[in-house]
C-alpha cells in the first residue's frame, strides 16, 4: 500500500522560509519521479516543482529562485524548500509520486498522492 506523508506546512511571514517534507512508504524514491502541487481557495491546482529519480529538477515560473525540490532516496522522503515566501504562496501542498518518467507538472501523470499540508503566509 503506498502512502504519501506530507509534513512541515504551516503559518511563515511574507519574505521567511519554510520547508515541507513528503516521506512515503510503499514506494522507492530512487525509481520514482516526486512533485510538488499547490491549490489555493477558489484556484486550480497548479505543478510547483517536480525531480526525477536522477535528480533532474523541473520549476513552475512561480517557484523558480525561491524554492528548490529535492529527495533522500534513503529516506524516502522530498522536500520542498521554500524561500522568500510571498503572499500568493498560500495555499495546500500536496505531494505526488509516479515511477520515473518525464519531469512533469501535470497532476494527471502522478498516481500518488499525500493528504495535502497548509501553507499560511502572514504580513
Known amino acids: 500500500q503506498v502512502q504519501l506523508v506530507e509534513s512541515g506546512g504551516g503559518s511563515v511571514q511574507a519574505g521567511g522560509s519554510l520547508r515541507l517534507s513528503c516521506t512515503a512508504s510503499g514506494v522507492i524514491y530512487s525509481t520514482y519521479r516526486v512533485a510538488w502541487f499547490r491549490q489555493a481557495p477558489g484556484k486550480e491546482r497548479e505543478g510547483v516543482a517536480a525531480i526525477n529519480s536522477a535528480g533532474f529538477t523541473r520549476y513552475a515560473d512561480p517557484a523558480k529562485g525561491r524554492f528548490t525540490i529535492s529527495k533522500d532516496n534513503a529516506k524516502n522522503t522530498a522536500y520542498l524548500q521554500m524561500n522568500s515566501v510571498k503572499a500568493e504562496d498560500a495555499g495546500f501542498y500536496y505531494c505526488?509520486?509516479?515511477?520515473?518518467?518525464?519531469?512533469?507538472?501535470?497532476?494527471?501523470?502522478?498516481?500518488?498522492w499525500g493528504q495535502g499540508a497548509q501553507v499560511t503566509v502572514s504580513s
Open positions: 505526488a509520486a509516479a515511477y520515473d518518467g518525464g519531469l512533469t507538472l501535470n497532476a494527471f501523470e502522478y498516481n500518488y
